[in-house]
Structure formats: C-alpha cells, structure tokens
T-cell receptor
C-alpha cells in the first residue's frame, strides 16, 4: 500500500487565519481525497482532487473555505481559510490504489482553532 | 444518497472472546465495503474489504460477511487481543461514484486482558 505523509501533524491556530495542510504520497496516484473528522466523529469527505483538474467538492463544502491544489500525481494541499473554532478537527488525506480499488489514509493533521 | 448505519457504538470484550460489528447500507447498488481500524492519534488503516460478488472473506482472525439481500455486512474478530482495541469504521461505496466512500459512525472496541 502507498505510504502517505501529512504536514503539519498538528497545529493550534487563531481564528480568522488560514492553514495549509500538505499531503505527500510515495507513488503516483490519480485520485486523492480530503476528509474531515470532527472530535469523536466519523469521516466526512470534503473533496476529491484529481491532478490537472479542479477539485470536486461535496455538499456543504465550498472552494472559498477549503481551496485545494493538486500540482502533480504525488502531492496535494488543503487550505482551511478564515478559521473559526468550528473548524477544529482532524483533516485526513487519502489516496486510491486504482488497481486494487482500495483507499489508504494518511496520519492526519490535528487542528485546533482558538 | 447512500447512508451507512453502524452498531454498536461501543463494545467491550474479554481477551480471547469474539467481537462482531454490524453495518447496514441503504443503496442496493453499492458494491464495495471496506473496514478501517483507527488507533488513537493515527489515521484509519484498511484491515479488510469485500466486494458485492463475494459473501465472505477471511484474513487470519478477521472476517467480513456480506448479505446483499438484507443490505448489511459485518466484521468478525476472533480471539481478540488488547491490541485490537481501537475505533472501527465500516464504509460503503457510493453507487454514482464508486470512488466515494460513505462511512459508518464507528465502533469503539475495548479488549480487556
């Protein structure tokens, strides 16, 4: 399975600021996904990011709040903009192994907004 | 759209006993059902999955069963060990986008030595 890293692993941010989260995978993948996991909750898909095209956002998530970049087949970023305490969550990236049809997750970024 | 329900929300077992977690899904067109284990402070780890053309799949102490007619699938862990303690999530693929996973609400499993 792919090895996925995320930076930063955790951060504490002031409300009104923005944070960019990086996701790096050790092999080329077509599809990358960004999820949010609120404290003690399940995983909710924010958007799907394919290289060379605009990210596709799920209902309730907008590009202005969560802009995503996907410059190549091994890297993506998610920005959480104009943060509020309600944005305090774990943000996870995942990749799909197209041949196996399986998704693998990174370790997550734990964000606290004060 | 797809909806996945997961039960129980918490499960406590004695070491060596079996644990069973059940999920139901709403969309009969869903065809892929993975299970993830999430330990504290870590990302979810894929532990086993099953596709709609198979009724059961085993991997050592872990097994998954799928009942397409009833639209439910279950995770079975035998001979539980303390290191099995974690939160387990089931998921089902969306029928209109098979790359999209819809997750259950999670089950916190505690295995007492």
């Amino acid at each position: 399975s792919a090895v996925i890293s995320q930076k930063p692993s955790r951060d504490i941010c002031q409300r009104g600021t923005s944070l960019t989260i990086q996701c790096q995978v050790d092999s080329q993948v077509t599809m990358m996904f960004w999820y949010r996991q609120q404290p003690g909750q399940s995983l909710t898909l924010i958007a799907t990011a394919n290289q060379g095209s605009e990210a596709t956002y799920e209902s309730g998530f907008v590009i202005d709040k969560f802009p995503i970049s996907r410059p190549n087949l091994t890297f993506s970023t998610l920005t959480v903009s104009n943060m509020s305490p309600e944005d305090s969550s774990i943000y996870l990236c995942s990749v799909e192994d197209t041949l196996a049809g399986e998704q693998y997750f990174g370790p997550g970024t734990r964000l606290t907004v004060t | 759209g797809e909806n996945v329900e997961q039960h129980p929300s918490t499960l406590s077992v004695q070491e060596g006993d079996s644990a069973v977690i059940k999920c139901t899904y709403s969309d009969s067109a869903s065809n892929y059902f993975p299970w993830y284990k999430q330990e504290l402070g870590k990302g979810p780890q894929l532990i086993i999955d099953i596709r709609s053309n198979v009724g059961e799949k085993k991997d050592q102490r872990i097994a998954v069963t799928l009942n397409k007619t009833a639209k439910h699938f279950s995770l079975h862990i035998t001979e539980t060990q303390p290191e099995d303690s974690a939160v387990y999530f089931c998921a089902a693929s969306s029928s209109y986008n098979t790359d999209k996973l819809i997750f259950g609400t999670g089950t916190r499993l505690q295995v007492f030595p």
